[in-house]
């Protein structure tokens, strides 16, 4: 508005100043008429000057024309009120400036005391002057000028306003969803916690008196009672076998509650991965011997030693291998393939492809396990590494299984700084790949191939 102000002196030649209602200045020339200054020279010249002054800002203006008044020194002031949204805001005021007719200093000026005429003639020519046309158009276009001005200003105002409500009510909503999303988490994270104390309680103080159940069997197997009639024995043995398929869930459920408390115990060591899968393999042997699946072992004997617990590691290829059995139809084949690869420290992480290709080679010990069995649909693969999650309930009635075998895989094989994923071949059958890091550069490696066939 100061801007405006200047360019409408500079441009007219008007003194002008706005004023709000309560007569603030909001904005004025800087430049008093040499005549004015002489004036106020003299304590009788402040004073009228003082008087007129308190006229024009008391001025009735009635139209958006706006009202002229008049002052002693002959010279004139234009006010024009300033309208915004139906009401008035403040008034602009154009002068003093001479009119035309004025040529010579007027009567009134001279009657001031102490008023110099002979010098008030001198300056009177220095003053604005302006026709009442002249100062009519400026005000006009003043008034639309300011029309301008004051929408663009509420507009912004209002915008702002609008962006600020706007952007506190989204960081509103905001926090309150980060707190319910805090709160959800801590509870879910409650209920994990009381969901792994319950399993492993529970598995606890089924495993005790199972154990008693298991042991008793066999005795009544081994005729330690007495012997047993054909039907009896047969009832022993289904009881001595659903047994131990019990006993194998809890234990299950209770490996599942370590790993994700975060409780289970590892002991390392330098480990032939050749020699855990083949006392592997014939752990699952009876299994795919009495279904009629073929069962293969192979490792060359110059792969590198793998750091970790020998016994969780057998788990790991048990559970592979009981999964892969499970699902391969009579006549098929499941194998166990090991061998050495070398990956890039970061392959598998997060960052940018280019990193990984400057990242340093690691060497790894790579085991394939592999069936001829149903397949696993593409969407699926992720999600059966997830703790109970079947991918076709239907081949679980048939198959059987609790969901807890790859979920249990997949965290002892990151629990050895390993990796497990599933390659694509289905419906030909499910190829589990699982990539070991190898022991320290120094560790000697296995030497002795295995190379097992279970038919």
Known sequence: MRGMVASIEQVFGLPLRIVSNSGVSLASSTHEAPLCAMINEEPAGRRACGAIVSEVKRLRVTSSDGASHGCFTGARYRVVPIEYDGGTIGRAILGPYLPLSVESVPDTLLAIDGVDPARAAELLPHMARASEATAETVARHLVSVLDVILWSGHKALLTSKMHIASMRESYRELSQKNTALEQAYERQQELDKLKSNFLATISHELRTPLTSILGYSEMLVGG????LTGPQLDFVQIIHSKSDQLLKLIMSLLDLSKLESGTVMMRR??????????EAASTVAPTATKKSVTLTVDAPGDLPLVLGDPE????????LGENAIKFTPPSGTVQFIARQVATHADD????????????????????????????????????????????????TREHGGTGLGLSIVKRLVEAHHGTVHIEGNEPSGAVFVVRLPASRPSAPPSKAAISVRFA
Do not use: C, H, W
Not at 312 to 319: A, C, I, P
């Open 348 to 395: 598998g992480a997060d960052d940018e492809p280019g990193m990984v290709l400057l990242a340093p080679l690691r060497q790894m010990v790579e085991v394939r396990v592999t069936d001829t069995g149903i397949g696993i649909p593409a969407p699926e693969r992720d999600k059966v590494f997830d703790p109970f999650y079947q991918v076709d309930q239907s081949s």
């Open 269 to 278: 060591s330098d480990v032939a991965i050749g020699a855990v899968l083949a």
């Open 224 to 227: 330690i009672a007495g012997e």
């Open 312 to 319: 969780r590691l057998r788990q790991v290829f048990v559970n």
